[in-house]
T-cell receptor
Framework: QKEVEQNSGPLSVPEGAIASLNCTYS??????FFWYRQYSGKSPELIMF????GDKEDGRFTAQLNKASQYVSLLIRDSQPSDSATYLC???????????FGAGTRLFVKA | GAGVSQSPSNKVTEKGKDVELRCDPI?????LYWYRQRLGQGLEFLIY????????KSGLPSDRFSAERTGESVSTLTIQRTQQEDSAVYLC?????????????FGPGTRLTVL
């Protein structure tokens, strides 16, 4: 079992819709959870991080964490074509020193 | 301030040659990571440096790969006797060593092509 799993996609949504990206992880001791966005040919950049169970909202983005289910998700409201990218889920153990990345989900937002 | 920088941006080499990739982290960042990303794939962890602690080398794929870091600054990743399967983008990232706040800032990467 991979340590951090994501559906590779592609996930295709129409402009204005909600995009839902999911991630599961295997290490129950994981403490920190991150979502990075990577445009084609570019380096990853941080969108959000979350540490506590529940929801965390930042603009059009909402991260959701359920440690009991070992599940973290990212919702993108009012999706825009500029949101088309690969979204990487990353998980750190206690202390946040070693971060494991998922393989990423490709998102396409159709105009 | 300046972000993470990497050099060279592109490197084309012949099979069997050695290559050295350089990473300059953000000033003050104590943690430094190297990743490999093959075309269309996710990030593959290679090695992690944290201050003066022994590096975590658990991700290095073979003994042809090695990395060093000078204090809390520059790091070099060396690949000896390169193989075609080493072709990938090599990404470096740095972060502040704050528990629970391990946000990584990535450099632009070095695209390595082994002919």
């Amino acid at each position: 079992q991979k340590e951090v799993e994501q559906n590779s996609g592609p996930l295709s949504v129409p402009e204005g819709a909600i995009a839902s990206l999911n991630c599961t992880y295997s290490d129950r001791g994981s403490q920190s959870f991150f979502w990075y966005r990577q445009y084609s040919g570019k380096s990853p950049e941080l969108i959000m991080f979350i540490y506590s169970n529940g929801d965390k909202e930042d603009g059009r983005f909402t991260a959701q964490l359920n440690k009991a289910s070992q599940y973290v998700s990212l919702l993108i409201r009012d999706s825009q074509p500029s949101d088309s990218a690969t979204y990487l889920c990353a998980v750190s153990s206690a202390g946040g020193f070693k971060t494991i990345f998922g393989a990423g989900t490709r998102l396409f937002v159709k105009a | 301030g300046a972000g993470v920088s990497q050099s060279p941006s592109n490197k084309v080499t012949e099979k069997g040659k050695d290559v050295e990739l350089r990473c300059d982290p953000i000033s003050g960042h104590t943690a430094l990571y190297w990743y490999r990303q093959r075309l269309g794939q996710g990030l593959e962890f290679l090695i992690y440096f944290q201050g003066n602690s022994a590096p975590d080398k658990s991700g290095l794929p073979s003994d042809r790969f090695s990395a060093e870091r000078t204090g809390e600054s520059v790091s070099t990743l060396t690949i000896q006797r390169t193989q075609q399967e080493d072709s990938a983008v090599y990404l470096c990232a740095s972060s502040l060593e704050l528990a629970g706040a391990d946000t990584q800032y990535f450099g632009p990467g070095t695209r390595l092509t082994v002919l």
